[in-house]
């Protein structure tokens, strides 16, 4: 949803990463993004960072991170001058034991005035930023924002549905209906 936001919303240039040829033409041809990369044909960040770059050589303005590892190292690298990262999660290590390190080099950040930040949904949801709920009901009915789920049927089907998550089965939200 984010992509959709950034593209449709704000008018941004937008690559998307995804795991497979599959969710990559979703990207392109059902969301709307202008590049999406396959991160799976990636073996480390910088490769993952050449083949982002490729795609904008300029490099990025804005990452919206919610995976970790290598995406993360790849954004740094990639991040221009007075760039910003917002750091909403890291589910390639919710299943580890310890998250992998990721190296940063603060250095870096201090003469581009880079920025890495903290960010949750609930200064939106509780409308002290915004109201996260009209906002998204009108890009929805407005056609900016596409909502793509998919679905288990029953309850018992949870663990398939959870596991999905982290295998990367699913498009979009997981919905486990009773």
């Known amino acids: 949803m984010v992509g959709q936001i950034a593209k449709n919303v704000y008018n941004c240039t937008v690559v998307g990463t995804a795991?497979?040829?599959?969710k990559c033409e979703l990207l392109l041809n059902d969301l709307g993004f202008d590049h999406a990369v396959d991160?799976?044909?990636?073996?480390?960040?910088d490769d993952?960072?050449?083949?982002?770059?490729?795609?904008v050589p300029g490099g990025v303005d804005m990452y919206f991170e919610n995976v970790g590892g290598?995406?993360?190292?790849?954004?740094?690298?990639?991040?221009?001058?007075h760039g910003r990262i917002a750091v909403c999660g890291r589910i390639s290590s919710y299943n580890d034991g310890t998250a992998?390190?990721?190296?940063?080099?603060?250095?870096?950040?201090?003469?581009?005035?880079?920025?890495?930040?903290?960010?949750m949904c609930q200064p939106w949801l509780t409308k002290q930023k915004g109201d996260f709920v009209a906002d998204m009901g009108?890009?929805?009915?407005?056609?900016?924002?596409?909502?793509?789920e998919t679905f288990y049927d029953g309850i018992e089907s949870w663990p398939e549905?959870?596991?999905?998550?982290?295998?990367?089965?699913n498009i979009g939200k997981v919905v486990v209906r009773a």
Do not use: N
């Not at 993952?48 to 795609?55: D, E, I, M, R, S």
């Not at 549905?161 to 089965?169: I, M, P």
């Open 100 to 119: 992998d390190p990721v190296r940063i080099d603060p250095g870096q950040m201090i003469y581009t005035f880079q920025r890495i930040e903290g960010f």
């Open 138 to 148: 009108r890009w929805v009915h407005e056609g900016k924002v596409r909502v793509k």
């Open 48 to 55: 993952l960072a050449a083949a982002v770059g490729a795609a």
């Open 70 to 81: 290598m995406h993360f190292e790849a954004a740094l690298k990639l991040l221009r001058p």
């Open 161 to 169: 549905a959870f596991r999905g998550l982290f295998e990367g089965t």
């Open 39 to 45: 991160y799976k044909k990636s073996g480390c960040a």
């Open 19 to 22: 795991g497979g040829d599959l």
